[in-house]
């Protein structure tokens, strides 16, 4: 191998890159690719992953759920000894909590 000087660069040369008669498209100015057409489930879970703010008695509704699931939560902690099976119930309390809430907040 040459060292660096022996090394041969070339130029830029537009019109031997371009075949079709255009200038190329500078990276910077190519459009944006068409986006593909969604099915049912996009449409359904995009809107689930947005921030949606909870309006009028949505907000009234959310905090009644939420003091009747500490009620229960108070009860599950109160009666049951702290085990794994006493976490995995606490846990699956709360996911249903958060698809209640859920619900509320994404009706239609």
Same mark, same amino acid.
């Given at each position: 191998?040459?060292?660096?000087?022996?090394?041969?660069?070339?130029?830029?040369?537009?019109? @031997?890159?371009?075949?079709?008669?255009?200038?190329?498209?500078?990276?910077?100015?190519?459009?944006?690719?068409?986006?593909?057409?969604?099915?049912?489930?996009f449409i359904q879970f995009e809107r689930s992953?947005?921030?949606?703010?909870?309006?009028?008695?949505?907000?009234? @509704?959310?905090?009644?759920l939420r003091e009747e699931y500490k009620a229960? +939560?108070?009860?599950?902690?109160?009666?049951?000894? @702290?085990?794994?099976?006493?976490?995995?119930?606490?846990?699956? +309390?709360?996911?249903?909590?958060?698809?209640?809430?859920?619900?509320?907040? +994404?009706?239609?």
């Open positions: 191998m040459g060292s660096r000087d022996e090394i041969e660069t070339e130029e830029y040369d537009a019109s @031997r890159l371009d075949e079709l008669g255009t200038e190329p498209t500078p990276p910077s100015e190519k459009p944006e690719p068409e986006p593909k057409r969604h099915d049912e489930d992953f947005t921030n949606i703010k909870p309006e009028g008695d949505q907000i009234e @509704r959310i905090e009644l229960l +939560l108070n009860t599950i902690c109160m009666i049951s000894d @702290r085990t794994p099976n006493r976490t995995i119930a606490l846990r699956k +309390l709360e996911e249903s909590l958060m698809y209640a809430v859920k619900n509320i907040v +994404l009706e239609a």
